[in-house]
């Protein structure tokens, strides 16, 4: 990605949606009031997802991260050069980089992402919208991290639920073959 405008949004974006492990609808929902600035990262504050219809919310922890692919630092980029202070974080673009005063939609979200991923060689076919979800919960998965935590993040209910979008990747961690090999 380079360095104009779409492609900060679109940075801040993807890696928000990942960190973040969201549904697209809740990815493109999120105003600049929603974003709180801790000592370890940001807090976005979920107001409503297609699991929780009665608003209760819940708060998602997005840390620094610890390679040039930061969440938060793309994330305040974005918002600084875009001069975003309230309203809608991401929000759709003309073809000569202006910023519309709109929210993106979820579709565009899927959209972003067919275009990035062709762009670096991937087939778009196989990713959706819902592969920033699944590859978050899959990725962890492989880091170790506890099924616990990482429903913590995605806001599953269960490991049940969870594990359906475990992808593959994880097949060979804790493998029963490679304990006895």
């Keep these: 990605m380079g360095d104009r405008p779409i492609d900060m949004r679109d940075r ?42 009665t608003g209760q919310g819940r708060k998602i922890a997005i840390p620094h991260g610890r390679t040039r692919w930061c969440p938060v630092r793309h994330l305040t980029d974005w918002l600084t050069h875009a001069g975003i202070e309230e309203g809608p974080i991401f929000r759709g673009m003309g073809r000569h980089g202006r910023i519309a005063p709109t929210r993106l939609s979820a579709d565009a979200v899927a959209a972003i992402l067919k275009r990035r991923v062709q762009a670096v060689g991937f087939d778009p076919a196989t990713f959706s919208g819902h592969s920033l979800r699944a590859g978050l919960a899959t990725s962890a998965a492989i880091a170790g991290a506890s099924s616990w935590k990482i429903r913590q993040q995605t806001g599953h209910k269960s490991d049940a639920m969870l594990a359906r979008y475990i992808r593959d990747g994880d097949m060979f961690t804790d493998n029963a073959a490679g304990a006895v090999l």
Excluded at 29 to 46: A, M, N, S
């Design 12 to 53: 801040a974006l993807l890696l928000i949606g990942f960190a973040g492990a969201f549904r697209r609808s809740e990815l493109v929902g999120f105003d600049c009031d929603d974003v709180e600035h801790v000592r370890q990262g940001i807090v976005l504050h979920l107001r409503r997802s297609k699991t929780d219809q």
